[in-house]
DNA sequence: GAGTGGTCTAGACCACGCA
DNA sequence: GCGTGGTCTAGACCACTCT
């Protein structure tokens, strides 16, 4: 493995070679990584450590285990990824699955807030999203997404985008979205939000300020979302 | 240990044996658990199983672990449980810490909702409390919380409640809080908003509406705060 | 130095998926 | 029946805390 001045335990460095692994592309997303077996021999480590390390990935979702089949690079598929990350519903319980219309990309110098959020040096290029989510055929959800141009090149000329954009941004730019920092707030309709949500001017809506962040660590998202809850609600679980 | 028609591992029911001693009490919040290998003889196992479901439960942050020292109960201070399960911060990241005033306890018969939202059997007995929470000296969050009685005996006659409720839980009812569910949505301010929280009638407030799950399953409050967010924000990290 | 949890190993056997 | 991950064991040694 590697040599470095601190203690780093035997499973930690092999949980770390894995990481780089899956981030460089060794295996493609839904692709089986080599058994267990394999990967002792090849690191010249026990079952047991190579183990211990897996499950570690397997918890935080970056790869499936199955039993009798073997291990797999996790797949951003639309409908994980709604699920894991889109976190409207309704009242009660069922998950909400949105719809996207009225799109527009354009890309442009950054602004000094977006330079801030996404940690990107002055100068950076950024393509800005806009779209109105409809769920249930109402809209409900306006965002404008920030994304660096140098993460995903030429994305904005990839249009219609997808309804998920995180499992586009594994497939075509090799990028694993692995967590979200978001802050949310209640504000007034503006007239803007009139426009795109069919509300009443001064309405309260539900603003998501979310960051993504990469396997990598990089910000690589900065999104905005307006939505009507009306009849949705924002539904979290914490444990 | 046990046995079951289903096939359940071993280190599972380790799990579940320790599960219900720490839910039954028999060790105290921060009391230290037998070690290891304690454990291992008077289960019969080995130590490598027993290892497995003690990993799990500091997991699940019902134990602490610490090389040396040993396994603990995990504790519920009012400084963890805060950071736990109390979201609302500064915009950009420091926890915001609150202070309660103007607190008020009564005991009624639940209505048709918290039994519903309670899972109570009709006819079961509530405490209502309301208070408005401070946050840097200005009211930020007003809130009406929610308690079966039967769970909670006698909880409306200990005035003033901390400001940390599930330390209290854990302390002197032996529940322990383990997750919640939260739906949020925005709304306007009513006339009892404005009473609370001196905003304008019809600003747009966040509504937090929880409900507390206890270490056997059990729905043991129902909490819906509503809070001015000019200054402060919800705060969620998603991985 | 004694006792705790943390790491690592080697090997046996079980449960599952698939051909 | 073979190969995979999942469970379980026994034992060695390491790192940390406390006395």
């Not at 183990?51 to 499936?64: G, N, P, S, T």
């Not at 089949?69 to 409207?88: C, D, I, P, Q, W």
């Not at 219609?160 to 967590?179: D, K, R, T």
Request: aromatic share 6%.
């Amino acid at each position: 493995m590697d040599e470095s001045p601190h203690y780093r335990p035997l499973y930690r460095q092999v949980y770390d070679y894995l990481v780089r692994q899956i981030a460089d592309g060794a295996w493609r997303p839904a692709e089986a990584l080599p058994s267990e077996q394999a990967l002792a021999e090849k690191l010249r480590v026990s079952q047991g450590t190579v183990r211990k390390a897996l499950d570690a990935l397997a918890a935080e979702k970056l790869i499936d285990r199955h039993q009798g089949k073997g291990t797999f690079v996790a797949e951003h598929t639309s409908e994980r990824a709604l699920f894991r990350f889109f976190r409207l519903a309704e009242p009660g319980g069922e998950r909400a699955v949105p719809t996207s219309e009225a799109e527009s990309a354009r890309r442009r110098p950054a602004k000094a807030a977006e330079l801030r959020k996404l940690h990107l040096q002055k100068g950076a290029q950024v393509v800005e999203i806009r779209r109105t989510r409809l769920i249930g055929g109402q809209p409900a959800v306006h965002e404008c997404i920030i994304l660096p141009l140098a993460v995903f090149p030429s994305i904005d000329r990839r249009q219609p985008l997808p309804n998920a954009l995180y499992a586009l941004f594994q497939q075509e730019y090799g990028v694993n979205i692995v967590s979200t920092e978001e802050e949310l707030r209640a504000d007034a309709a503006r007239r803007e939000d009139v426009r795109h949500l069919k509300l009443p001017l001064g309405a309260p809506l539900l603003q998501i300020d979310r960051v993504a962040i990469a396997l990598d660590g990089s910000r690589v998202e900065w999104r905005v979302s307006r939505c009507d809850t009306t009849h949705l609600v924002y539904a979290v679980n914490l444990s």
